[in-house]
């Protein structure tokens, strides 16, 4: 769903929303114990996706401001409870300036666009004092919560992000949080006499059964001190090939970032026109230097990104891939990770939010999520999407992964595990951006499922014979 077409769905669930939680009741009151344990009365608390107003007003707050950007929810909440105060704001475009003790995130991630977004403007409305209460569903759950809605035992939500803990994590790293604790809760969401108790405060409590949680929890605070965040100039390299029909959103979404920034294309040998239409975009665009290399006899993307490396002279690189799966906008995200030392070598990933239909097809999603767990065995850090285009060094340590390229030898025309390997081996700290994939517009893909999957497995072998043996 669209952002526009959320909000109508909530408006309209609004009148409803009272009725299908008092059906979860369990479920909700277990929650609200857990909120009442960790947040304790007359504190200040915000909760962001308030809904109509039921758990804020629960919490007995000596402050309370309700976000939810569904404009009825959030007038269902104003009548149940006037002596609160509830707006309606969304918090991926926030605009208030506020600072409390505790803000409360109850199983909202689920619904957001641009987590990334959402965690960055929480630092509009806590301190290192405040405590960032988040929950959300445990994705081992994603097959039985579905199978619930089609049953009618939950009401039906929009499409969910279902996020790992890890996931969770790793984008409040991003934005300044750190995590100060986080567990699982409700192993029985339904109520059975005693066997709900048992499940709930007992087992779930126990080795083994104590991740397998419906409930993931996380508890987080504000990094108090904060790098100031460097100044570099950038380089992105668009690597091509019968790509003329995006050329035109290339230019127009791609964002300014740094002190200073070229583009520089590696051209294929394309037959549709796309030096010309690069060409003809950049004249639009006179502040920024394009370059336009041709790739000539030599084939594959690695060619054409160390070709397109070795002509830029930006302090950070960037590759963007040029049929637009990734949004040109989201380099802003990357930028941001590498200028405030969230790592050395920033990699996407496109397995966190969901894809648009058609997008990825199945074996590929397969393929990516069997060799995401051989690589992060491999290589000692997670990597949870091995070949996202999308992916950011600072030239120095490109330089040093160029230097000991012969370790591992020419066996990569992706250029994806080139530099994942070159990185891990000069032991450089790769943190990954999740972004969310979109389907190809134009053109076609330049990957081959079967073909290419043997490559993988055969690079996967280099991997462990070069870092995990050696």
């Known amino acids: 769903m669209t952002k526009e077409e959320k909000i109508r769905f909530f408006d309209a669930a609004a009148v409803f929303r009272d009725a299908r939680r008092a059906r979860s009741r369990h479920y909700h009151?277990?929650?609200?114990?857990?909120?009442?344990?960790?947040?304790?009365?007359?504190?200040?608390?915000?909760?962001?996706?308030?809904?109509?107003g039921g758990l804020l007003s629960e919490l007995a707050p000596s402050k309370a401001l309700g976000l939810d950007f569904s404009q009825a929810m959030t007038a269902a909440a104003k009548a149940a409870h006037p002596d609160?105060?509830?707006?309606?704001?969304?918090?991926?475009?926030?605009?208030?300036?506020?600072?409390?003790?505790?803000?409360?995130?109850?199983?909202?991630?689920?619904?957001?666009?641009?987590?990334?977004?959402?965690?960055?403007?929480?630092?509009?409305?806590?301190?290192?004092?405040?405590?960032?209460?988040?929950?959300?569903?445990?994705?081992?759950?994603?097959?039985?919560?579905?199978?619930?809605?089609a049953a009618g035992l939950k009401g039906k939500d929009p499409r969910q992000n279902w996020l790992a803990m890890a996931d969770?994590?790793?984008?409040?790293?991003?934005?300044?949080?750190?995590?100060?604790?986080?567990?699982?809760?409700?192993?029985?969401?339904?109520?059975?006499?005693?066997?709900?108790?048992?499940?709930?405060?007992?087992?779930?409590?126990?080795?083994?059964?104590?991740?397998?949680?419906?409930?993931q929890f996380i508890i987080a605070r504000e990094t108090p001190a904060r790098p100031e965040p460097k100044s570099y100039s950038?380089?992105?390299?668009?690597?091509?090939?019968?790509?003329?029909?995006?050329?035109?959103?290339?230019?127009?979404?791609?964002?300014?970032?740094?002190?200073?920034?070229?583009?520089?294309?590696?051209?294929g040998n394309s037959s549709d026109g796309t030096v010309e239409k690069i060409r003809e975009e950049s004249a639009k665009r006179p502040g920024l230097p394009v370059k336009v290399i041709l790739q000539?006899?030599?084939?594959?993307?690695?060619?054409?990104?160390?070709?397109?490396?070795?002509?830029?002279?930006?302090?950070?690189?960037?590759?963007?891939?040029?049929?637009l799966t990734v949004v040109p906008e989201d380099l802003r995200k990357f930028y941001a990770a590498i200028a405030e030392g969230k790592g050395e070598f920033?990699?996407?990933?496109?397995?966190?939010?969901?894809?648009?239909?058609?997008?990825?097809r199945f074996l590929n999603m397969l393929g990516n999520k069997t060799f995401s767990l051989i690589f992060t065995w491999t290589m000692g850090q997670r990597i949870k999407d091995t070949l996202c285009g999308t992916k950011v060094l600072l030239r120095a340590n490109y330089d040093k992964i160029k230097a000991g390229r012969s370790y591992f030898g020419d066996f990569d025309p992706?250029?994806?595990?080139?530099?994942?390997?070159?990185?891990?081996?000069l032991n450089l700290k790769i943190t990954e951006l999740p972004v969310s994939y979109k389907e190809r517009k134009y053109g076609e893909t330049k990957i081959s499922r079967f073909r290419h999957g043997l490559l993988l497995f055969r690079m996967a072998f280099i991997a462990f014979v070069k870092l995990k043996l050696h």
């Open 29 to 52: 009151r277990e929650l609200l114990n857990f909120f009442r344990f960790l947040i304790p009365a007359n504190s200040s608390v915000m909760e962001i996706g308030s809904g109509t």
């Open 84 to 149: 609160l105060d509830f707006r309606t704001a969304d918090i991926e475009a926030l605009e208030i300036n506020e600072k409390f003790e505790y803000v409360v995130m109850q199983d909202l991630l689920g619904n957001l666009d641009d987590i990334w977004m959402a965690f960055r403007n929480l630092s509009k409305v806590t301190t290192s004092e405040t405590r960032v209460v988040i929950t959300a569903y445990n994705p081992l759950w994603e097959p039985l919560v579905m199978l619930a809605e």
């Open 168 to 215: 969770i994590e790793n984008l409040l790293y991003l934005n300044n949080y750190e995590v100060v604790k986080k567990g699982y809760r409700f192993l029985m969401p339904f109520y059975i006499p005693m066997v709900s108790a048992f499940f709930n405060r007992f087992l779930a409590k126990m080795p083994f059964f104590k991740e397998l949680g419906l409930i």
């Open 234 to 267: 950038v380089a992105v390299v668009v690597p091509c090939r019968d790509e003329a029909g995006n050329m035109e959103r290339l230019f127009k979404e791609l964002p300014d970032l740094g002190k200073g920034m070229e583009l520089v294309f590696v051209d």
């Open 296 to 323: 000539g006899g030599a084939f594959g993307k690695a060619d054409a990104v160390r070709k397109g490396f070795d002509a830029c002279s930006g302090d950070v690189l960037m590759i963007l891939d040029a049929d």
């Open 346 to 360: 920033i990699n996407g990933s496109r397995l966190v939010y969901p894809m648009e239909k058609g997008a990825m």
């Open 414 to 425: 992706f250029g994806d595990f080139d530099l994942l390997f070159g990185a891990s081996k």
